[in-house]
Every structure is written in C-alpha cells, then in structure tokens.
C-alpha cells in the first residue's frame, strides 16, 4: 500500500490526464485519511501537539493537488470530464461506480493492460 502511495505522489503528483481504478482513488483517499487522523492524536500529546498540529496542515496543503488529480482521473474513468467533481453527490456516485472496460476518451483500460492485443488481426477499414 506505501509503494502504491509513493507511486501515485511522486509519479502523478499533478497529472490529470489518464484514468484512475476505483483501487487506486479510495486507496489513495484512505491513507490520506489514515495519516491525518494519527497526526490529529499525535496532535493532543502536551508539549509538542502544536508540532503536530502544523506538520497535519502542512499535510493537508501537501496531498490536496494529488487528490484532485486522483479524483479528476477517476471521474474519466468512468468516462465524464473532471469538472463533474462539483456534483458533490454524483460525483460520489461516480467515483464508486466501476470504470469503462474499453478504451475511451481519456485513455486505455487501467485494469486491462491487453486492450490492444484485440485489435490484432482486425480489419482496420
């Protein structure tokens, strides 16, 4: 799961192009989640809360393109643009749906790797 994290922070830290699997958003989303709920606890230890209180918003500050991008690519996935993150519930809807299981506008099939081995031997006219 932290190789997964590293991943999506370091290689995806502002890429909106492409698509997300549903793995990927909520995965990403829960351990975000996670992080800032043991830094909020850490946050009531006397003496160094206040420490704790910055790094969690510092945190926030940190991972909040990252999720945006995550959450656009995922609304692609299921093939609607990233604008439909303004549906506070629709977009709930979407991100909880499985994703198009074909190429489509936004790219190939994350979960299918194999999409263009199907082409092969197709007429292309």
């Known amino acids: 799961?932290?190789?997964?994290?590293?991943?999506?922070?370091?290689?995806?830290?502002?890429?909106?192009?492409?698509?997300?699997?549903?793995?990927e958003y909520w995965m990403f989303g829960l351990l975000n989640v996670l992080i800032y709920l043991l830094l909020?606890?850490?946050?009531?230890?006397?003496g160094v809360g206040i420490v704790f209180s910055i790094i969690a918003g510092i945190f926030i500050l940190g991972v909040m393109i990252p999720s945006i991008a995550v959450?656009?690519?995922?609304?692609?996935?299921v093939g609607k643009s990233g604008?439909?993150?303004?549906?506070?519930?629709?977009?709930?809807?979407?991100?909880?749906?499985?994703?198009?299981?074909?190429t489509n506008e936004y790219g190939a099939d994350p979960?299918?790797?194999f999409e263009e081995m199907s082409e092969i031997g197709k007429d292309l006219n």
């Open 83 to 102: 604008w439909y993150l303004f549906i506070p519930i629709y977009s709930l809807i979407l991100a909880c749906t499985e994703g198009e299981h074909k």
């Open 111 to 113: 979960k299918n790797g």
């Open 40 to 46: 909020n606890v850490l946050s009531f230890i006397p």
């Open 71 to 77: 959450a656009i690519r995922r609304m692609h996935d």
């Open 1 to 23: 799961m932290l190789e997964m994290y590293k991943k999506l922070v370091l290689e995806n830290y502002a890429n909106v192009n492409g698509r997300a699997r549903r793995k």
